[in-house]
C-alpha cells in the first residue's frame, strides 16, 4: 500500500506517494491540492536518496591529531558529545555552546532543538540558515502588518489576479509546479511581472519583463509609487480606514521620477511608466517577492517598498490580490515560527516577552527566568565561533553551513577554530567532514512529522520507509543528549506527542498550532495555521490596521569599482537543491558542476567563449569554472549557482540591519579568463 507523504524539497511541499518499505517508488498524489499530482525533476527522482553507498549508518568520531575516522556506538557518541559540552560551559558559561538549525527541519524538530538549547543547555546561542533565506520577508510582514506568513492566502489565489507581480523569483526553476499558476493566469488573460536581472525560464512566461542593476529593487519601488501616486491610482478611501504611515510614503517617494529611478535601476523610464499604468489600472494585483529581491543589506526595506505598493492600490486582504512572500526551504514557514530562531518562542513568541517567556516556561515545567535572552543571528553567530567571548562548541542539525554560508572560507575558519564540531546528517557533507561527532540520522521517508509550507498550510510527511539500521531520529538524538545533561524538562521523541506540546506551547501566540492534530491534517490534507485568508477584515496590529513605512533606497553595501568591476549575483538551477548535499548524491539529476553565466559582451571583452574556464574574484575569494555565455543576463552582471563550493567564498557578509540577512545577492567582482 502506498503512504501519502510530502516531497522532501522546496516550500511547496508538494503531496506524492510513496509506496515499497526499503527501495521507494513515488507515484503521484492528485488529490493532494497544492500540486495536484505534478512534480519537478527533484520531486520525481527523490527515492534516490536511497540506497547510495555514501548514506551514513553508524557514529563517526574523527582523530584531530591524524584526521581519521573512527565508527563508534551511539552510547559513546552521545557520552562524547555531552562530555564536549559540559567541557565548553565549564570555561565559560552556557553560552559557549551553539546550536545551528535547518529550514528543512521537521516542526517537531525545530521545537525540540530550541527547547534543548534553552532547556538542557541553557544557552541564547541558537539560530538556523533561514535565517539567511526568508528572514527579509518575515521582519517586513511582522513591521507592516503585525504577522508574517509568506502567503497569507493560498498559492492558487495568483490564479485569479489580474496582474501578478514577481520581484526576484525564478519560480519555473525553483518550484516548477508552482509555474502552472502563471500559465493558468494568462490564459484567463491576467499579465505576468518579472523582475529580474537575468531573464529566466520564468521570465519567458511574463508578459513584461525588467531586468534592473542588481540591488536596485527598492529604487524600482519607489519610482512605481511616485507614478501611482500622481496618477491618482492609489485607494484613498482603503488608505485612510486600513492603513497608518500613507502620508510619509507619498512625501518620501516625490522625488523618485522616473528619469531618475533610470540612472539607478537601469529601467528606461518608459517601461516604468507602462507598468505604473498596467497596474493602477488592474482591479486586481499581487506582488510576490522571492531571494532576489530579500538577500540583501536592505532587504527588509525593500520587501517593505513592494508592501507600500500593495497597500496604496488598496489590495493587501482582498481575494486574488495583495502581497506574499514566496518561501524557499521545504519548512522556511514553519522553522521560524517554534523556537529555532536567535529571538523566538514557540508560537512565533518574542523571548524577550515577559508572558510568552511565562507561558512557554510553564509548558515546559521551568522557571521563566532560568530560559536565556535573545542570542546571535545566524551569520554573527558564525563569525563568533572559536573567539575568546564566542561558543567554542557547535551542534549543527539540517544544515551544510560550509556551502550556504556567505563569505564561507571564512565561516569554514571559525568551524575548524572550535573545540567540538558536532553534526547530525543522512551523508558526509562538507560540514560533517569538519565535524568531531557525526551523528547519522534518518532522513524525510523514514519518519514522519509535519511541515509548514509557504501557503502556512501544515502538512505531514509520513513515514513509508524502513530506515536503515544504525540511524536515529533527530529527536532521539535530542533527548539522548538532554537526558545526559540533566535536564529539567522531558524530550519525548513520538513526533505526535512532540507536535501536541508544540502545540500547547504556541497557544495563543501568532503562530497558534493548539488546535492543529495529525487527524486534522490527513483529514484535511493540511491545515492553515490563522486560516485560509488573512487580512481580510483587520491586520494582527493591535488597531487592525496595516503600518506604512517610509524607506529609502541606499544600494548595496559593495559597488563596482576598477579592480571589481561587474556585479555578482547567486541563485539555483533546476536540478539542484540549496547546498546539494542531497540532490547532487542523485544519479538521475544532472550534476555538470557549478558555471558562471555571463552575457557576450561581457565575454567577448576578456576573451572568452562557451565553456571556457573563467576566475570569478571578490574582496574575499576566488573561484574557477565554466563560463555559460548568454544574452539573457545584463552585460554589468556574472551569475554562479551556489549549490556547489565556491559561490559563497564570493559572497559579502554585509547584514540588514532589520533581519539580519547577509547580502547574498549581490557584490562587486572581477572576471577574467583563467590562464
Known sequence: MATETHCPYCSLQCGMRLAGRRTPEVSAWEEF???????????????????????????????????????????DALDRVADGIRAAQASGGPDRVAVFGGGGL????????????????????????????????????????????????????????????????????????????????RERGGKVVVIDPRRTPTADRADLHLQPVPGTDLALA????????????????????RTTGWEDVRDSVASWWPERVERVTGIEAHELRALAAMLG?????????????????????????????????????????????LTGQGNGQGGREHGQKADQLPGYRRIDDPAARAHVAGVWGVEPDSLPGPGRSAYELLDALGTPDGPSALLVLGSNIVVSAPRATHVTSRLEALDLLVVCDIVMSETAALAD??????????????MTNLEGRVVLRQRAVTPPSGVRSDLEVIAGLAERLGSAASFPTDPEEVFAELGRASAGGPADYSAITYDRIRDEKGVFWGGERLFADAFAHPDGRARMHAVEHRGAAEQPCADYPVHLTTGRVLAQYQSG???????????????VELHPLLAGRIGVGQGDVVRVATRRGEMTAPAKVVPTIRPDTVFVPFHWVGANRLTNDALDPASRMPEFKVCAASVVAHA
Open 33 to 75: 491540492p497544492v500540486n495536484q499530482g505534478a512534480l519537478c525533476r527533484k520531486g520525481w527522482a527523490a527515492a534516490g536518496l536511497y540506497g547510495g553507498r555514501e548514506r551514513l549508518t553508524s557514529p563517526l568520531v574523527r582523530d584531530r591529531g591524524t584526521g581519521e575516522w573512527s565508527a563508534v556506538s551511539w552510547d
Open 106 to 185: 521537521t516542526n517537531e524538530k525545530a521545537y525540540a532543538l530550541g527547547k534543548l538549547a534553552r532547556v538542557a543547555l541553557g544557552t541564547s546561542q541558537i539560530d538556523y540558515n533561514g535565517r539567511w533565506c526568508m528572514s527579509s520577508a518575515a521582519s517586513a510582514g511582522i513591521r507592516a502588518f503585525g504577522l508574517d506568513r509568506g502567503l497569507p492566502f493560498p498559492l492558487v489565489d495568483v490564479e485569479e489576479t489580474d496582474v501578478l507581480v514577481l520581484v526576484g523569483s525564478n519560480l519555473a526553476e525553483t518550484m516548477p509546479p508552482a509555474a502552472r499558476h502563471l500559465d493558468r493566469l
Open 581 to 595: 548535499a542531497q540532490t547532487r548524491r542523485v544519479r538521475s539529476l544532472p550534476d555538470d558542476g557549478p558555471f
Open 222 to 241: 519607489l519610482g512605481l509609487l511616485h507614478l501611482l501616486a500622481a496618477a491618482g491610482a492609489v485607494d484613498p478611501a482603503y488608505l485612510a480606514e
Open 281 to 325: 489600472r488592474s482591479p486586481r494585483v499581487m506582488v510576490l517577492t522571492a531571494r532576489g529581491a530579500e538577500q540583501h543589506s536592505t532587504g527588509s526595506d525593500t520587501v517593505l517598498a513592494w508592501i507600500n505598493v500593495a497597500l496604496a492600490l488598496g489590495m493587501v486582504g482582498r481575494r486574488g490580490a495583495g502581497y506574499g512572500c
Open 437 to 450: 561527532v557525526v551523528l547519522p540520522v534518518t532522513q524525510w521517508a523514514e519518519e514522519t512529522g509535519t
